[in-house]
């Protein structure tokens, strides 16, 4: 077995993911690399959800009865964890919402309908770049058609990083709002954001994070970041699906005006007219995922247990280890850095002129599990002049054996193809 320093011990933690013991096919060991559109999710979770429904089922907040007291406890102890996990100087921070997409559109609508100075309108600029989710970059799309606001971007560098060499002319005195992606989901890329950062500071700008690929592979910490709002999703760091998050700093949740409207969010209601709770409810209209909620609980918790900054150095580990294993393999050609340093574990790839979704179907037949496509990440493609890459992405419980599993399939691919 290869042994390489820095990894986690993958025995015990495979245990606590049921899925990662099933076959497929014919009885070939599931070899799961698709984790950066969604991870597994431990029994942990599992048993929380389990127990959740069984136990504790109720509607939050306002409820009279045992039941409702005690969902809400597990709701509201759930925000709780997620405000520690990311530390967050306050609970009243931490915004539930459906996924990273919800949170990303929460803020761009929110913009559209604030007042001074947040206000995004004709001859003001968003900003965001190249290598954003469709997520990140569809949101300010719209935002800009209605608003009449001009969207502008950095772009890429031939080593898949981005091009901030320009970024006085990209973030102006103009720009209103500025958000990027902490990791890509495509090529992995870790984005320094610190010129970023202080550019917007510099000119007033409001700065949003990304950080659906960070949360779950690195310590998150919204201080740090010195951002405005942090978006991530529950599902691609162990929690179930129908949960996500916004962080915003207080004063703005504050300031800003709701997204969706209904019950929860109201603090009085007539035929006229509404006041609004305070954040975090007035941004979490109707009966909030709070099943989900507690779930994502359940996942910080067992990430929290192992530790952010073992589960980083695990996939460190294991990428450097990849990259070497993927460039042994001719005319396989990376998308995005070629080293392990200042990226994830999420490596995007072509083989020859094979189209990725031969290469995806072939490595299934193995029992490989990668993903195939645009990644919702398009313009990374035609960036780099691309259909689709074939994308591998690991987690906490990927092995080297996993590695040399994908690298023998992938010569297995070539050859197949002749
Ligand atoms: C960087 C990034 N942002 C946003 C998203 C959207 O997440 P969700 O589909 O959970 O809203 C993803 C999902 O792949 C992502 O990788």
Redesign the pocket.
């Known amino acids: 077995m290869t042994q390489i320093p820095g990894l986690l011990d993958t025995e015990a933690i495979r245990k606590d993911f049921p899925i990662l013991d099933r076959t497929v096919h014919d009885g070939d060991a599931l070899v799961y690399l698709d984790n950066?559109?969604t991870s597994q999710k431990p029994r942990q979770v599992l048993d929380a959800l389990h127990e959740y429904y069984e136990r504790h089922n109720a509607n939050v907040h306002r409820g009279v009865h045992v039941l409702a007291e005690e969902a809400t406890a597990l709701y509201e102890g759930a925000r709780d964890k997620v405000a520690a996990f990311v530390n967050a100087p306050c609970r009243d921070e931490v915004v539930f919402t459906?996924?990273?997409?919800?949170?990303?559109n929460l803020v761009a609508n929110m913009l559209g309908w604030a007042d001074e100075p947040y206000r995004v309108e004709a001859g003001t600029e968003i900003v965001i770049t190249e290598m954003?989710?469709?997520?990140?970059i569809v949101p300010w799309q719209l935002l800009a058609q209605r608003t009449g606001a001009e969207l502008k971007w950095f772009g890429l560098t031939d080593d898949g990083r981005l091009d901030l060499s320009a970024v006085d002319e990209v973030i102006t005195e103009r720009t209103k709002v500025v958000s990027f992606?902490l990791?890509?989901?495509i090529m992995g890329t870790f984005n320094p954001i610190e010129a970023i950062v202080r550019r917007a500071q510099e000119v007033g700008a409001l700065v949003v994070v990304?950080a659906?690929?960070a949360a779950p592979h690195m310590p998150l910490d919204v201080q740090a970041l010195q951002a405005d709002f942090v978006?991530f999703?529950?599902?691609?760091m162990c929690g179930p699906?129908g949960i996500?998050v916004l962080w915003g700093r207080q004063e703005l949740l504050d300031d800003l005006p709701p997204f969706l409207g209904g019950g929860e969010m109201i603090e009085t209601v007539t035929m006229h007219a509404s006041t609004y709770a305070p954040a975090p409810h007035k941004f979490e209209a109707g009966t909030p995922p709070i099943a989900e909620a507690v779930g994502l609980g359940a996942a910080v918790d067992y990430l929290s247990s192992i530790g952010m900054d073992r589960v980083q150095d695990h996939e460190h580990a294991l990428t450097e280890y990849a990259v070497a294993r993927l460039k042994e393999i001719p005319e396989l050609r990376i998308i995005g850095p070629t080293t392990a340093e200042e990226r994830g574990a999420t490596i995007s790839f072509t083989l020859g002129d094979i189209h990725p979704h031969d290469v995806g179907q072939v490595l299934d037949e193995q029992g490989i599990a990668v993903r195939v496509g645009h990644?919702?990440?398009r313009p990374v493609c035609l960036r780099y002049g691309i259909p689709a890459t074939t994308r591998a992405s690991f987690y906490l419980y990927s092995t080297p054996a996993e590695v040399d599993a994908l690298a023998d399939g992938l010569v297995h691919v070539r050859n197949f193809f002749g």
């Open positions: 950066a559109a459906k996924n990273a997409s919800e949170s990303l954003e989710h469709h997520s990140n992606t990791v890509s989901n990304d659906s690929q978006a999703t529950g599902h691609k699906t996500g990644h919702c990440a």
